[in-house]
């Protein structure tokens, strides 16, 4: 199966979700699918999100984990609302916000 692509639009960010529900094609062969995520952060163009410092991270998580949720999308906001609540990200987001007074 190809890969699909979406936007997710996550805080002020706009973030590329690419999705392939089995890339190595284990379903096929009798075995649990490992699904491939890819999340790239548009705009700001490779600004930091509290899973990646690069703006961009590739994901490699058995398939149930994402059927969980009603699409790849739904995964990575739920993801996203979940690491956002670290301390690293609330320390990357208060430099962030100090960087704009100067």
């Given at each position: 199966?190809?890969?699909?692509?979406?936007?997710?639009?996550?805080?002020?960010?706009?973030?590329?979700?690419?999705?392939?529900?089995?890339?190595?094609?284990?379903?096929?062969?009798?075995?649990?699918?490992?699904?491939?995520?890819?999340?790239?952060?548009?705009?700001?163009?490779?600004?930091?999100?509290?899973?990646?410092?690069?703006?961009?991270?590739?994901?490699?998580?058995?398939?149930?984990n994402i059927d969980e949720y009603?699409?790849?999308?739904?995964?990575?906001?739920?993801?996203?609302?979940?690491?956002?609540?670290?301390?690293?990200?609330?320390?990357?987001?208060?430099?962030?916000?100090?960087?704009?007074l100067f």
């Amino acid at each position: 199966m190809a890969y699909t692509s979406e936007t997710l639009i996550w805080q002020s960010f706009e973030v590329e979700v690419r999705y392939d529900p089995d890339p190595f094609s284990l379903a096929s062969r009798h075995q649990e699918a490992m699904a491939h995520v890819e999340i790239h952060t548009i705009q700001p163009e490779k600004a930091p999100l509290p899973i990646t410092e690069t703006g961009y991270r590739s994901h490699f998580t058995p398939k149930g984990n994402i059927d969980e949720y009603d699409s790849a999308v739904e995964f990575v906001k739920a993801w996203l609302d979940h690491e956002a609540q670290s301390e690293e990200w609330r320390i990357v987001q208060e430099n962030a916000r100090q960087l704009c007074l100067f």
